[in-house]
Nanobody
C-alpha cells in the first residue's frame, strides 16, 4: 500500500522558517515527480513547488526565493524548506507524487503564520 505522510507543519511567526517532510512508502520513490501544494480556507489548491524525478525544480512565483524543494531518494523523502514565512503562506500543505497515469496525495499538514 502506497503512503505519503507529511510532517513538520505548525505555528510560526512572520519571518520564521519551517521544514516540511513527506515520507513515501510502498512504491519506487525515485520514478515520481514530487510536489508540494497548498490550500488556504476558501481557496483552490495551488502548486507551491515541484521536483522532477531528475531533480529539476519549479516554484510558484509567490514563493520563489523563499521556499526550496529537495528530495532524498535514499530516504524516499521530499522536503520543503520554507523561509521568510508570511501570513499569506497559511494553508494546509499537501505532498503529491506524480507519474504518467498516477497521482497520489498525502493527508496534509497545517502551516499557520501568525504573530
Amino acid at each position: 500500500q502506497v503512503q505519503l505522510v507529511e510532517s513538520g507543519g505548525g505555528l510560526v511567526q512572520p519571518g520564521g522558517s519551517l521544514r516540511l517532510s513527506c515520507a513515501v512508502s510502498g512504491t519506487i520513490f525515485s520514478i515520481y515527480a514530487m510536489g508540494w501544494y497548498r490550500q488556504a480556507p476558501g481557496k483552490q489548491r495551488e502548486l507551491v513547488a515541484v521536483s522532477s524525478n531528475s531533480g529539476s525544480t519549479n516554484y510558484a512565483d509567490s514563493v520563489k526565493g523563499r521556499f526550496t524543494i529537495s528530495r532524498d531518494n535514499a530516504k524516499n523523502t521530499v522536503y520543503l524548506q520554507m523561509n521568510s514565512l508570511k501570513p499569506e503562506d497559511t494553508a494546509v500543505y499537501y505532498c503529491n507524487a506524480g507519474y504518467p497515469g498516477i497521482t497520489m496525495w498525502g493527508q496534509g499538514t497545517q502551516v499557520t503564520v501568525s504573530s
